[in-house]
């Protein structure tokens, strides 16, 4: 991994439930339980777990769009969390967020052109209506939508058109940070090599960092340098994207990946299939958060959470598969 352009340690979101007239706080969902990773300069980390497992809490969180219950998270050398709002604020043009709903995510009563320019205004980067116009045709273009549209609205796009669109928006500050939530999951698997095609092309081009979140392991895997696996608000598994998909270690992670289609009919994979849904957050089983649902489950799963520990150098895993005393992993051992 290149310079850490990003530092997440401990990272923590807590909801309280309340109940009574009082509302008294008589619990916690713990969407993000101790969180922590690095993302480094040009890079592509993504962040896969089921619906739920908190990666787009983490994501928001990241950005502040949700205040993070605890943790530290650095950015540039800056301690996100101490940020004022108005630092904050001019923090954001460096760190901006795709989300997976390209309709919902922009207003109706907008065209194209007011949608694009308006991180423009909010951020004071374009002095002019001259000067906003040609930043937006800049955009449109870069984002291979034709600027003769910006005066359209969101409807008259197609949901491909519409996620370039929410990118185009994303880029007007020129960030150096795109968290891309789902971006791709609402549309047509057609449509959804596209955008990803074009998501790499503009990091080549501008040096962009993607935090790339999804549920599909098949969805991050040619775009990602590095891939961390959540469950349960937790990270499971996190390596370098060619090993993780050569060799995956924590058995929420093979059953992901016993999942992705391969195209080599040899190469086959046995589909494992978890059993039940996943826990609430609010209250997650003891030990192991997986263990209820893992075919490898031993009795000390059942008590003891698993420590979080490289494996082997870059590989990480929170599995009592691979604790010192069962002999440092199978991975030596097989
Ligand atoms: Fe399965 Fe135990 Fe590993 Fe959890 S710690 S994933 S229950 S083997």
New binding site residues.
Partial sequence: MSEPLLEVQDLKKWFPIRRGIFSRTVGNVRAVDGVSFAVGAGETFGLVGESGCGKSTTGRTLLRLIEPTGGKITFEGRDVRKLSRTQMRAMRRQMQIVFQDPYGSLNPRYTVRQAIEEPLLIHGLASSSAERERRVAELMDTVGLSPSRMNRYPHEFSGGQRQRIGIARALAVSPKLIVADEPVSALDVSVQSQVLNLMDDLQKQLNLTYIFIAHDLSVVKHISDRIGVMYLGKM?ELAEADDLYAEPL???TQALLSAVPVPDPDAKRDRIILQGDLPSPANPPQ?????PR?????D???VKA?EWREVKPGHHV????YDEERGGSTWQTS
């Fill in positions: 499971v924590h058995p929420y030990g192991c958060y997986f263990h893992c075919k490898d489950a031993m000390v799963c059942r698993p929170a599995c009592h598969l």
